[in-house]
C-alpha cells in the first residue's frame, strides 16, 4: 500500500492535479462532462471536499491520466489513491 497521506497532503496534493487537469486541454471538457461542474467550478469548488473526490475519481477511470498527471508532478501513481483516502469522505466508497 506504501505510506498513507495526512489530509493536508491530500488536500494540497489535490490542488497540485487540479492545476494539472486545467491545463489538459483534452480532458477538461471530459471531466466537465462527467461530473456536471462549469469551468467557474474549476475555481469556486477547488479545495472543497466533495469536489476533489469527484476530480480524483474522474481520473482513476483511465490508467493514462493517473500516469501523466502523476509524471508530471512527479510523484507514484498510487498517490491518487492514496490522496483520495485521506480526504474527508474518501475512505467509504460510494455508489451512488
Not at 496534493?13 to 483534452?26: C, H, P, R
Request: glycine residues 10%; hydrophobic residues 45%; aromatic residues 8%.
Amino acid at each position: 500500500m506504501g505510506m498513507s497521506l495526512s489530509r493536508d497532503a491530500a488536500e494540497v496534493f489535490s490542488l497540485n492535479v487540479l492545476g494539472w487537469l486545467v491545463g489538459q486541454d483534452e480532458i477538461v471538457p471530459v471531466f466537465l462532462g462527467a461530473t456536471g461542474a462549469s469551468e467557474s467550478d474549476l475555481h469556486t469548488e477547488a479545495g472543497k471536499p466533495e469536489f476533489m473526490l469527484s476530480m480524483l475519481d474522474f481520473l482513476m477511470m483511465n490508467d493514462e491520466w493517473i500516469i501523466a498527471c502523476c509524471d508530471e508532478l512527479r510523484v507514484p501513481y498510487e498517490r491518487i489513491g492514496q490522496a483520495r483516502q485521506a480526504l474527508p469522505g474518501g475512505a467509504e466508497m460510494s455508489w451512488t
